[in-house]
């Protein structure tokens, strides 16, 4: 989703922001992935790779919810 402008990738504790602010009203493709054999997130711009980290933990997809979009718990305008 997006937070302050920037591409936010929620993984429990171990959340990961992009670096740049998005623009407004321009085409733009995001992506953010995670390497279950490295426990690596990284997240693109336009292609480029903007953050690496490591995460603590591994994804929780099978005991937790996994959302891709608009996390309808946040309940405001600004996070999608």
């Known amino acids: ?3 302050g402008g920037n591409l936010y990738f929620g993984f429990h504790a171990d959340d990961i922001r992009g670096t740049s602010v998005l623009p407004l009203n ?3 493709h995001v992506a953010a992935t995670y390497d279950i054999s490295t ?3 990284r ?3 336009n ?3 903007e953050k690496t980290e490591s995460t603590s933990a591994p994804l929780k997809a099978d005991t937790a919810d996994f959302t891709i979009g608009m996390n309808d718990r946040m309940n ?3 996070t999608y």
């Open 1 to 3: 989703n997006i937070r």
């Open 26 to 28: 321009e085409w733009i």
């Open 39 to 41: 426990s690596t997130q």
């Open 43 to 45: 997240v693109y711009v």
């Open 47 to 49: 292609g480029i790779l």
């Open 76 to 78: 405001t305008d600004t």
